[in-house]
């Protein structure tokens, strides 16, 4: 085995006291992996020569636990694949079942749709942030992150009455209206939110040593992110400006303004820059959806579909049957197949769902950014140092409930 | 099929066609390469090519490099069962994305239970790794010349392929490593 090993020169040294190369098994347990990742690291000294990432030690079986469930028994269980960004999982679901069905959403739905998940992407990547800092070794941010997304947890938990899962989106619309207050709690929370942005760049965007163990390390180039079908933030970082809110606008994200921020070098630090500067266009379109929103329905006009009002249950005959109807029987969706791409806060999450005509789907199959985002993590990782891995691996932002499913 | 306009100009955004004629693009692609192009589905604002199965390699590698096209972009591998009877019964999709026209188009393989065999893409998209080995993984189709084709979600030593239809919801006997 020794005698085969081929150093690059830059690392040839004169006497070598160990001729060999070692594998390490990082992970499942350490605590910079987020999650349930293996990675198989040889190791060359301290350089890295080959990695291996090894998942599914999270797998659950959703997209089997789908073909049991009625369409909507579905929305909880995509709750809990990306953890940190559900109400994206949601949206996704929800608006590929109303693409089979043709539904027409409510503005007023769309609208809210719009600013929980600005609200959630912030949250999302406040986790990031958080965690990608504590990786490097810089604990206060964590601490500061975790004090905002406490106050968008808060803010979802009054709209949908779960703070890590949600299911605030239904099939043809919401689950329910936003509560009394919301809007003022949100215009609280977004009058905020800016100052701590400042903040978070004061503790670590000029900061000397984080630039150092960013700065030009995980480097990957914008043909090759595309090659590796990378997306999100992650692409954006590699100067490849794309974002599915742009491109297959989707949930009225065409009548927003907002900027896509992209950064040229494909390093750490441009996927860092990248999320940052996302985080305040998030806050920009939730402002602009929040001053958008004017009274009205929000749930489709679809008696067959969707749940009828509770005071409309107790008085309507037909309301009270058609609500009967979709929580025994469920409702039957055409046959056929989409595929609908949505941009979560990882990069382009996809949901394909196949229907053979019933109120059970016959396949659902969920492109998740974070199961692509790792796979290229070997073309990253390989020839850098051991402990910039552990950078690496944070700024791809993965989420293993959603690598495994 | 090849009545439709004729229009090499591709719209800046897919449109849904209207029923019976084929967008531009489907128009476009027939012209240049009937023998795969035959089977065409558009439904729900979405366009559906059904590819033999030995021309899938040369379909993705000319989408890709397509100036009309520009397909460069593989989204999402993703298989279906569908069901025990049925013949055909497996399918392979592939969803591919433009990052410059910022359209998208879908290929499918349909594969006998008998012969799961498919050529990989990976010589065409390095990201088609992982997901090849997750459709092997869960519905067992082979992808010949695939360069590392491991289960990936599940352990290495699972039975069965789980998202087959006739692969219990609960699995057989609960697993233990052995």
Known sequence: MSSSVTIPPQFEVVDRPLDTQMTISMGPQHPSTHGVLRLELVLDGEMVVKTTPDIGYLHTGMEKLFEYKKYQQGIVITDRMDYLNPLGNNLAYVMAGEKLLGLEIPVRAQTIRVLMCELQRIASHLVWLGTHALDIGAMTVFFYCFREREKILNLIEAASGGRLTPSYFRIGGLMMDLPAGFENRCKQFLNDFPPALGEFHKLLTG??????????????????????????????????????????????????????????????????????????????????ALSRLQPGPVKADAPKVVLPDRAAMKTHMDALIHHFLIVAEGFDVPAGEVYHPIEASKGELGVYIKSDGGPKPSRVHFRGPSFVNLSALPVMSEGEMVADVVAIIGSLDVVLGEIDR | MTSGPENTELPPEQTPSLEGTPSPLVTALQREHPEWTAQVIEAFGETTFVIPRDQIVAACSFLKSWPEGQFNFLADICGADRGVEEEPRFEVNYHLFSTTKFHRIRLKVVLNEEDTHVPTVTGVWRTANWHERETFDLFGVIFDGHPDLRRILLPDDWQGHALRKDFPLRGYEPYSLK
């Open chain 1, 207 to 288: 900061n000397k040593i984080f630039q150092r163990r960013t700065q030009g390390i995980g480097l990957i180039s914008a043909e090759d992110a595309i090659d590796w079908g990378l997306s999100g933030p992650c692409l954006r970082g590699s100067g490849v400006n794309l974002d599915i809110r742009r491109a297959n606008p989707y949930s009225s994200y065409e009548n927003y303004d907002f900027e896509v921020p992209t950064e040229p070098d494909g390093d750490v630090w441009s996927r860092y820059m990248v999320r940052m500067r996302e985080m305040k266009e998030s806050h920009k379109i939730a402002a602009q």
